[in-house]
Nanobody, 124 residues
Framework: QVHLEESGGGSVQAGGSLTLSCVAS???????MGWFRQAPGKEREAVVT???????RYADSVKGRFIISEDNVKNSLTLQMNRLKPEDTSMYYC???????????????????WGEGTQVTVSS
């Protein structure tokens, strides 16, 4: 059974940094993993996805500020969020799907596996 365990998040002032981590278990092979977010009243959107072949896709709104890193051995995904803005305030979810990113690229993303989410709040 696939399980995604998220950690990190919290509250920070604009310009600050936070780190989110996600550890996946239960996958028998390779997987696409990513971080997604959903603000109240808005659709869930992809923040960054990490594909099986190493392709990384960042949302335009976070390029140059967020950095993703992946640990193959631990099957984990870490998102370093820098220069945070109030508009980054959202519930952040770790998502995964087997093999390649397909559902991750849909709008809204429709991953088969989701973590429970962690809140990120950025105050101005």
């Amino acid at each position: 059974q696939v399980h995604l365990e998220e950690s990190g998040g919290g509250s920070v002032q604009a310009g600050g940094s936070l780190t989110l981590s996600c550890v996946a278990s239960g996958f028998s092979g390779t997987a696409c993993m990513g971080w997604f977010r959903q603000a109240p009243g808005k659709e869930r959107e992809a923040v960054v996805t990490f594909d099986t072949d190493g392709t990384t896709r960042y949302a335009d709104s976070v390029k140059g500020r967020f950095i993703i890193s992946e640990d193959n051995v631990k099957n984990s995904l870490t998102l370093q969020m820098n220069r945070l803005k109030p508009e980054d305030t959202s519930m952040y979810y770790c998502g995964a799907e087997a093999v390649y990113c397909l559902a991750a690229l849909r709008s809204p993303p429709d991953m088969p596996y989701w973590g429970e989410g962690t809140q990120v709040t950025v105050s101005s």
